[in-house]
C-alpha cells in the first residue's frame, strides 16, 4: 500500500503566485515525521521543511510553510510568491520506525515548473 | 547544515566490471547511513540502511550480494556495485544521520550517476 502519495505529477504556476502541493500519507504509528525536499536537476536532495506528528502548529521556514492536517493525514507544502529558481522536483517524505531503524519514504514527487 | 560527500559525482563503466562508491560525513559522526537508488523521472527507492560497525539491512527485493554495503567507520560507507549490467545504471544517493543527538534528520549527499554500457 502507498504510504505517501503525491497526486499532482505536473504543477504550472505563474512567478509570484503562491502554490500548494499536496501530500498525503498513511502509518499507524502515532509518532512519525513529515519531511518536503526540493530536488533540482542537479540531483542534490534538498531539505525544505520538518513538520513532527506531535507538533501543534504548522511549520513553515521562509517562504515555505507545511499545511499540516493531522485527522486528514495531509501534508501539504505552501510555496509563498513563487521564483524561477523554485522549478524542480519537489518530493514529501514520512519518517518512520522500522524493525529498530528510522527510515524516510518519499512519494512520487510533483515536478513545478514557474512561468515568467 | 550537516555537509554529506559522495564520490565519484558520475562513473560509466563497462558492463560486468564492479563499481564502488564512497558517502561521506564530513562535519558530524554518523551512526547511521541510508543508501537510494533513483531511476530516471521517478522517486527515491531505500535499498539498505548501514550502522557503524555491523551489517546492513537490505529492503526486500536489492540484492545484497549485489549491493555490497560497508560502514566501517562513522563517516565513511561504501556501496560497491558488483559485476554492473545495463539495468543497474541509476542514480544513487546516500543521506546520513548522526541519531537521536542529532534530531534524527537525515542529510543527503549529492548522488552518484552510474552509467553501465
Not at chain 1, 31 to 52: A, C, H, N, R, T
Not at chain 2, 73 to 88: F, I, K, Q, R
Request: net charge neutral; with cysteine.
Amino acid at each position: 500500500a502507498q504510504k505517501i502519495t503525491q497526486t499532482q505529477p505536473g504543477m504550472f504556476v505563474q512567478e509570484k503566485e503562491a502554490v500548494t502541493l499536496d501530500c498525503t500519507y498513511d502509518t499507524s504509528d502515532p509518532s512519525y515525521g513529515l519531511f518536503w525536499y526540493k530536488q533540482p536537476s542537479s540531483g542534490e536532495m534538498i531539505f525544505l521543511i520538518y513538520q513532527g506528528s506531535y507538533d501543534q502548529q504548522n511549520a513553515t521556514e521562509g517562504r515555505y510553510s507545511l499545511n499540516f492536517q493531522k485527522a486528514r493525514k495531509s501534508a501539504n507544502l505552501v510555496i509563498s510568491a513563487s521564483q524561477l529558481g523554485d522549478s524542480a522536483m519537489y518530493f514529501c517524505a514520512m519518517r518512520e520506525r522500522s524493525f529498530g531503524n528510522e527510515k524516510l519514504t518519499f512519494g512520487t514527487g510533483t515536478r513545478l515548473t514557474i512561468i515568467p | 547544515g550537516a555537509v554529506v560527500s559522495q564520490h565519484p559525482s558520475w562513473v560509466i563503466c563497462k558492463s560486468g566490471t564492479s563499481v564502488k562508491i564512497e558517502c561521506r560525513s564530513l562535519d558530524f559522526q554518523a551512526t547511521t547511513m541510508f543508501w537510494y537508488r533513483q531511476f530516471p523521472k521517478q522517486s527515491l527507492m531505500l535499498m539498505a540502511t548501514s550502522n557503524e560497525g555491523s551489517k546492513a539491512t537490505y529492503e526486500q527485493g536489492v540484492e545484497k550480494d549485489k549491493f555490497l554495503i560497508n560502514h566501517a567507520s562513522l563517516t565513511l560507507s561504501t556501496l560497491t556495485v558488483t559485476s554492473a549490467h545495463p539495468e543497474d545504471s541509476s542514480f544513487y544517493i546516500c543521506s546520513a544521520t548522526p541519531g537521536l543527538a542529532g534530531g534524527n534528520e537525515q542529510f543527503f549527499g549529492p548522488g552518484t550517476r552510474l552509467t553501465v554500457l
